[in-house]
């Protein structure tokens, strides 16, 4: 066996606290080892260039690199060496950057453990066996979860590129929030005007399975085949006959429905159409509101309904879906008020959130663009809106910024001075966060054309006085407190990952932050990647952000799911698990402890029961092998042996 | 207010003693001002609490030792309940006044006497003697007929006597003391 090993400088990054020659000349004595060298940028195209030639001058056959994280380079080296007639699996890598230079300073140290490194990776090279892919066909179809305005995008992406994609969103209509706002900033589109030819464009698209009041139930399976368990949830009317005329919205004798499209600002019907744009424009019953549900008699819709599509009986439907990417755009959630108890939010009722005041400004919504104070429906004349209500304040676990509040803010406060024009709008600001095209112009328009009063403090208590409800907080570049007596308080809400968004990560097998957003694949180079291949972001699941950043990664996770699909065939992995039937005693714990449901039962010819692995579905985790009481489960390219050859080598140190 | 030249100005060691002796971050501050927009003595404050702060991370010793509003803070902890940074600022406001006393650069002469009236009657009596407090903290600032309006309102109540009471344990406190005082020079 003859191992080549290749020391890369790395710039300074290595070399500047290892030194380097020494490793070359440490690792020379190494048995097996029959070239060591040393190199500026192995990573570099000379470098790769240099192994080639070693390889076949030095009749090297296999390879050490001892250079960066496997994470960024392992791939560009097993190339390399496949290219000059090498099996990719005879390769290791020794982190020597990330796990040496970089975290320690003491060059002599730092070289020694350098070599320590280089040792272990030699040691398992040497044990490393040829291991061969196998290729297996892409269902080209995609499943797209959230109906927001970056799953539509994506959804619309991926079908206009050819693909057939099959839309999930848990409400009854797709939209999302975008579909709730009145205006965008910084342009005052209206949002709905925007944001309806893209619904319609969903609805309509031939290549577009729209499941709306739906919840995916469960994901099997792995990149290329996933099968997909869809909740339809029970809407208890049959949409292939509503035709959302509404008649029945308008009998409804129960008027106190919870209206969530409208976030509580006014109650809704029982039985009801969330808004007129809504898609579908169909009707759906709320049980817990419904007097046949909670009363047991009432019948009214049923009568009323001219296609005779309520159905009371109606129970929810599971379906299946088999695709070969998924692209989660599930979007995000605002905090409670009522965990902001200084503002009052919840308990006094002219305290609401920004998107409640958002609905009170929208044409469509239970004012019909008026604004009024839900106390007692006057047109308020001072209005005040506090952002980072709940944002960038670490003693309620949320340190991040929520990202577009202080644009929505500023342009509410626009538009309150054009609803009503002797009003007077002030927003109590800590930093004004307005960093897009377009964007600080516009916070600027509202100070100096609208004539808001930005006032650079936090509000520490809101409380009631009359019919008024008084502000205070401090104006810090004044150096004192102020005060305001307000007919309306607006918070601008923080942006939370929603409530069941761990839940979901973990049906996905995706990561997710501690405040539970989803993590991507690289921060600058990965943005819309998750480190489980076939399974993409789009959106705020992903972290706070406005309309543009969400559409623009819509379109980015469609793109990637077109370059997937771009072939017929993937490359399976062939790190991973295999069992040995002469040693396997059939206990088939690793049937229960595997993650992925990779391993079933397998009955051979003798009668002997044994696990086998499903190459396709296995991940590489390796969690079979520590359960595997006889060590009859091996991960290639981890196995024991490999593993123990490298401690060994370590120990012999 | 004269330019501030931070160069020259900027004590590093005494924000960092700041740190040490309060157990606080005192670069967590990222000045929202909800300590100002809190504090009920604010308006008596020459400094607001969010400046306190800000003279805090600029080094700002001798402007901060000598300013009022240290002393006039009345350890509420409006601040600290509603710090979004999780500082206890009320704890800072203390560690500046113990620090102001040691390097004798106590501002309101009137407010220490008190705090000095009030430990020498807990540590004679174990518990507060508060007739006796008064007059004493009367007789030697000066301000003899201070609260005096309160007497008969309060001693009619029955919420303050003519005589002291001793408690049980008296001893034990004035243990308290004597320990400290071993310490003392470090706390002014």
Not at chain 1, 38 to 44: D, G
Request: charged fraction near 25%; aromatic fraction near 8%; include cysteine.
């Amino acid at each position: 066996m003859r191992v080549g090993v290749f020391i890369c400088h790395c710039g300074n990054n290595i070399a500047g606290t290892v030194d380097v020659a020494k490793v070359a000349e440490e690792t020379r004595k190494i048995p097996g080892v029959a070239y060591a060298t040393t190199y500026m940028y192995t990573c570099s195209e000379p470098g790769q260039e240099e192994i080639k030639e070693a390889i076949k001058r030095e009749k090297l056959d296999r390879i050490v690199v001892a250079a960066c994280s496997p994470r960024m380079h392992e791939l560009t080296f097993r190339r390399t060496i496949e290219k000059a007639g090498l099996n990719r699996y005879f390769f290791e890598m020794a982190n020597i950057r990330e796990h040496v230079s970089w975290i320690g300073e003491n060059r002599e140290l730092n070289t020694k453990k350098a070599i320590e490194a280089v040792r272990m990776a030699v040691a398992k090279v040497m044990q490393n066996k040829p291991l061969y892919s196998s290729s297996f066909k892409i269902n080209k179809r995609v499943l797209v979860i959230g109906g927001g305005v970056a799953g539509m995008q994506a959804a619309l992406d991926c079908a206009d590129g050819g693909l057939e994609v099959v839309l999930v969103e848990k409400s009854p209509s797709v939209g999302g929030m975008m579909a709730r706002l009145d205006k965008t900033f910084p342009t005052v589109d209206c949002s709905i005007c925007i944001l309806g030819p893209k619904m319609v464009d969903v609805a309509q698209h031939e290549k577009i399975k729209l499941y709306a009041f739906s919840e995916i139930e469960d994901i099997k399976g792995y990149v290329g085949n996933y099968q997909i368990k869809i909740k339809k949830k029970a809407t208890y009317v049959d949409w292939s006959k509503c035709t959302g005329c509404g008649a029945c919205m308008e009998k409804c004798p129960s008027k106190n429905a919870y209206d969530a499209f409208n976030f509580g600002v006014a109650p809704t019907r029982a039985i009801n159409i969330p808004f007129p744009q809504a898609i579908p424009k169909k009707a759906k019953i709320d049980p817990k509101y419904c007097r046949q549900f909670t009363k047991g008699k009432c019948g009214v819709c049923a009568k009323i309904c001219p296609t005779k599509a309520i159905n009371y009986e109606m129970v929810d439907e599971i379906v299946t879906e088999e695709v070969g990417a998924i692209i989660v755009a599930t979007g995000y959630s605002l905090i409670d008020m009522e965990k902001l108890p200084e503002y009052g939010g919840g308990k006094y009722p002219d305290v609401i959130s920004g998107i409640q005041y958002e609905r009170l400004l929208n044409a469509s919504g239970p004012t019909a663009g008026h604004i009024v104070r839900p106390s007692d429906h006057e047109e308020p004349k001072t209005i005040v809106f506090v952002s980072c209500a709940g944002s960038r304040d670490k003693s309620i676990g949320i340190p991040y910024c929520s990202n577009f509040c202080c644009m929505y803010i500023a342009k509410q406060a626009i538009l309150t001075k054009d609803h009503i024009p002797d009003s007077q709008s002030y927003v109590f600001y800590m930093d004004i966060r307005s960093p897009g095209k377009g964007y600080d112009e516009f916070t600027r328009r509202a100070q100096e054309e609208y004539g808001v009063h930005y006032i650079r403090g936090r509000v520490s208590r809101i409380y009631p006085k009359g019919k008024k409800m008084v502000v205070r907080g401090a104006d810090t570049l004044l150096g004192t407190q102020v005060e305001i007596e307000a007919d309306l308080v607006v918070l601008g809400t923080a942006v939370v990952a929603n409530s069941d968004a761990a839940h979901m990560a973990e049906k996905l097998h995706i990561s997710y932050d501690t405040s539970g957003f989803y993590v991507e694949s690289h921060p600058k180079l990965r943005p819309v990647e998750t480190n489980t291949s076939g399974v993409f972001l789009a959106g705020a699941c992903q972290g706070p952000k406005d309309i543009p950043a969400s559409v623009g990664q819509g379109s980015a996770a469609a793109s990637k799911v077109q370059a997937l699909f771009s072939k017929d065939m993937l490359e399976s992995d062939p790190a991973i698990a295999r069992v040995n039937i002469n040693t396997c005693v059939g206990c088939l714990k690793c049937v229960s402890t595997c993650p992925f449901q990779a391993i079933k039962d397998k009955e051979l010819k003798d009668g002997r029961v044994v696990a086998d692995v499903i190459e396709t579905v296995c991940a590489g985790c390796g969690v079979c092998t520590s359960t595997c009481p006889c060590g009859a489960i091996q991960l290639q390219h981890f196995t024991d042996n490999q593993l123990l050859a490298e401690v060994n080598a370590l120990c012999q140190m | 207010m004269d330019a501030i030249n931070l160069t020259e100005t900027i004590d590093t060691d005494f924000i960092k003693e700041v740190a040490k002796e309060s157990g606080e971050n005192p670069s967590l501050c990222y000045q929202c001002g909800n300590c100002t927009a809190g504090c009920p003595y604010t308006h008596f404050f020459d400094y607001p609490v969010s400046m306190v702060m800000r003279l805090l991370q600029t080094g700002q010793k001798e402007t901060i030792l000598t300013s009022k509003a240290i002393w006039l803070c009345a350890t509420c902890e409006t601040c600290t309940t509603r710090c979004p940074c999780n500082i206890d600022v009320a704890h800072i406001m203390d560690t500046l006044r113990i620090m102001a006393r040691r390097e004798g650069k106590v501002s309101e002469k009137d407010i220490r006497l008190f705090y000095d009236t009030f430990l020498s009657s807990m540590r004679q009596f174990g518990r507060i003697y508060e007739v006796g407090l008064l007059l004493s903290y009367n007789l030697k600032s000066g301000h003899l007929m201070a609260d005096a309006d309160l007497g008969p309102k309060v001693l009619s109540r029955g919420k303050i006597h003519f005589l002291p009471k001793k408690i049980k344990g008296a001893g034990e406190v004035a243990k308290i003391f004597e320990r400290f005082e071993g310490k003392s020079d470090r706390h002014g």
